[in-house]
């Protein structure tokens, strides 16, 4: 019969370890999720577009920064961080490439 041919244990052992796979990246991504922090910095002397691109260049390179979106228009940049980053050096980056934070938050990620 066409079904039992294609089920052989072969077959089961490839679809086994898939679901496996699956199974194993989507428990990892949440407990991940559980521990990262979304902040929002509102940030002063932003000119243009330029500005804001240097911003999310240096907020990206500091430690445990996964994603950063940075508006001129809004003139606020949004930052996904890891338990491991350090908000202070966030704080001093943004600082040290010569703009001025003017308030920031935390939220937790949902
Ligand atoms: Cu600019």
Do not use: P
Request: charged letters at 25%; one cysteine or more.
């Amino acid at each position: 019969m066409f079904t039992s041919k294609y089920l052989s244990l072969g077959y089961i052992s490839i679809i086994a370890i898939i679901l496996g796979l699956v199974i194993n990246t989507t428990f990892v991504n949440t407990a991940q999720a559980a521990d990262d922090r979304k902040i929002e910095l509102k940030i002063k002397g932003m000119g243009c577009e330029m500005c804001a691109h240097a911003i999310d260049k240096v907020i990206s390179s500091c430690v445990g920064v996964k994603g950063c979106d940075v508006s001129y228009k809004d003139g606020k940049a949004t930052v996904e961080i890891e338990v491991k980053a350090n908000i202070e050096e966030i704080k001093k980056a943004v600082g040290d490439a010569g703009f001025f934070l003017d308030e920031w938050s935390i939220e937790e990620l949902q």
